[in-house]
């Protein structure tokens, strides 16, 4: 997820980060400071930084957007029409040769595992897919519940734009300037019910 407003950005650099040197100066964040800076300083298995790796969730309505969307832990409000989903596959970065790891649920906790692509074919049993499709992430029965719902998709370095295969936005207000931007319509899906 990126603000609408680094998408020309990515357009032209496809999604760097901000160690990168095709980084965008004008970057519009979104999300909780404080936590993007305890994942760049979070050292992964393999002795990387955390930072030096782009997230992605295996799925929608995860709880950063609820907080971004309801500007909770200090975090400034973002109107959902103003959040756009970039949509990769791992098939994708697979195909492109880019170098990935993958956690079990949310990178920064303890108890989720890192996995690399020796692991990748099976990716369908450690990942919980039921979690990750959970409307809700509270469950007096199920503590871990959130946890495993944030299980993420880690890629290294900056990801070309032709790693994106299309966009996921709020309304026809937003689709509109990903078309003004130059995105073929084809390729940008209007899906209210993946925000909040």
Same mark, same amino acid.
């Given at each position: 997820?990126?603000?609408?407003?680094?998408?020309?950005?990515?357009?032209?650099?496809?999604?760097?980060?901000?160690?990168?040197?095709?980084?965008?100066?004008?970057?519009?964040?979104?999300?909780?400071?404080?936590?993007?800076?305890?994942?760049?300083?979070?050292?992964?298995?393999?002795?990387?930084?955390?930072?030096?790796?782009?997230?992605?969730?295996?799925?929608?309505?995860?709880?950063?957007?609820?907080?971004?969307?309801? /500007? #909770?832990?200090?975090?400034?409000?973002? @109107?959902?029409?103003?959040?756009?989903?970039?949509?990769?596959?791992? %098939? $994708? +970065? !697979?195909?492109?040769?880019?170098?990935?790891?993958?956690?079990?649920?949310?990178?920064?906790?303890?108890?989720?595992?890192?996995?690399?692509?020796?692991?990748?074919?099976?990716?369908?049993?450690?990942?919980?897919?039921?979690?990750?499709?959970?409307?809700?992430?509270?469950?007096?029965?199920?503590?871990?519940?959130?946890?495993?719902?944030?299980?993420?998709?880690?890629?290294?370095?900056?990801?070309?734009?032709?790693?994106?295969? /299309? #966009?996921?936005?709020?309304?026809?207000? @937003?689709?509109?300037?990903?078309?003004?931007?130059?995105?073929?319509? %084809? $390729? +940008? !899906?209007?899906?209210?019910?993946?925000?909040?």
């Amino acid at each position: 997820m990126t603000h609408i407003e680094n998408i020309p950005h990515i357009l032209q650099c496809g999604i760097t980060h901000t160690a990168s040197l095709n980084c965008n100066p004008d970057y519009k964040p979104i999300g909780d400071a404080s936590l993007i800076n305890t994942r760049n300083s979070f050292k992964t298995p393999d002795g990387k930084s955390l930072g030096d790796y782009i997230p992605f969730y295996f799925g929608y309505r995860m709880p950063m957007l609820y907080v971004v969307q309801k /500007g #909770y832990n200090s975090v400034p409000t973002i @109107a959902p029409e103003n959040i756009v989903y970039c949509v990769s596959s791992v %098939q $994708r +970065i !697979i195909d492109l040769k880019i170098d990935f790891v993958f956690t079990d649920g949310h990178a920064v906790n303890g108890l989720s595992n890192f996995y690399t692509s020796n692991d990748v074919e099976n990716i369908n049993t450690i990942i919980d897919f039921q979690a990750i499709k959970a409307k809700f992430w509270k469950d007096e029965n199920d503590l871990d519940l959130k946890r495993r719902k944030e299980a993420e998709f880690l890629v290294e370095g900056d990801i070309p734009v032709v790693a994106i295969l /299309g #966009y996921v936005v709020y309304d026809d207000h @937003a689709e509109k300037k990903l078309r003004e931007m130059g995105i073929d319509a %084809q $390729r +940008i !899906i209007i899906r209210p019910t993946f925000y909040f």
